[in-house]
């Protein structure tokens, strides 16, 4: 699970929790869990900052939706 789970961020982007648990068919706190799991093997990164302003050039915008989002990225490993 964790394997389909970093393989759709990889893949296809950043998503939010919520999103995640729908599409793997899993409860939001099982991806939470999931999530913590995989950074702390070094694969994810959450994007702590974001600058609102500049949403225009961010890399992320498509994956955020809300202000404070809580967004994931993979790590180039």
Do not use: F
């Not at 702590?48 to 225009?56: F, I, N, R, Y």
């Amino acid at each position: 699970m964790l394997e389909k789970l970093l393989a759709i961020i990889t893949r296809e982007g950043s998503y939010h929790p919520a999103e995640l648990a729908r599409r793997l068919e899993v409860s939001e706190t099982l991806i939470e869990q999931m999530l913590a799991a995989l950074q702390k093997a070094g694969y994810l990164q959450p994007v702590e900052t974001c600058a609102s302003d500049h949403c225009g050039g961010c890399q992320l915008q498509s994956a955020c939706s809300t202000p404070k989002a809580r967004l994931w990225v993979a790590r180039k490993i």
